[in-house]
């Protein structure tokens, strides 16, 4: 069993902070060191479906999306395609316990970006898919779903809402 990484949760500043790119170099290192799967490791044992680094305290553009049971990791992520249609949806974050949000989010996305190999991939995505991508888009940027809900409840932890 991989090692598990404590999550940050608000206030906390590092969630604040913008991540930066990472270079083939430190995706080698990473990889070596079993940062990927400590990442994963983590995101299943929060019971999430999506974690990016910033939520372990990691400055690089990293996230991890829970597709059809897999985890995909996602290193230098960029959406370069929105659709015009939006969809108002529930999201939860493990670094923001006990609320969950209406957030407006584009109903299908584009996402370009590397693997742990450092081979590029490109996938088109919709519903809760392109709001994982959106969501741990916006953790790499220092923005949390709270900032973006038009709607906010207090919530129990095992609410069937996701959490990413
Ligand atoms: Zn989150």
């Given at each position: 069993m991989p090692k598990?990484?404590?999550?940050?949760?608000i206030p906390d500043e590092r969630l604040r902070k913008p991540a930066k790119p990472v270079s083939l170099e430190t995706i080698e290192r990473l990889r070596a060191e079993g940062f990927?799967?400590?990442?994963?490791?983590?995101?299943?044992?929060?019971?999430?479906?999506?974690?990016?680094a910033t939520q372990v305290g990691s400055a690089h553009r990293i996230f991890v999306a829970l597709e059809?049971?897999?985890?995909?990791?996602?290193?230098?992520?960029?959406?370069?395609?929105?659709?015009?249609?939006?969809?108002?949806?529930?999201?939860?974050?493990?670094s923001v316990p006990g609320v969950i949000g209406a957030v407006r989010r584009a109903k299908s996305v584009t996402l370009r970006a590397l693997t742990m190999e450092g081979k590029s991939v490109e996938r088109r995505a919709k519903?809760?898919?392109?709001?994982?991508?959106?969501?741990?888009?916006?953790h790499l940027d220092g923005v949390l779903f709270i900032d973006r809900a038009v709607q906010l409840w207090e919530t129990k932890k095992d609410a069937p809402t996701p959490r990413v």
């Open positions: 598990t990484l404590p999550v940050l949760t990927f799967d400590a990442l994963i490791a983590t995101m299943r044992k929060e019971d999430g479906v999506g974690i990016a059809s049971r897999t985890p995909q990791v996602y290193i230098n992520p960029e959406i370069f395609g929105r659709s015009i249609r939006t969809a108002v949806d529930t999201e939860g974050c493990l519903d809760l898919i392109a709001r994982i991508y959106q969501h741990e888009l916006d």
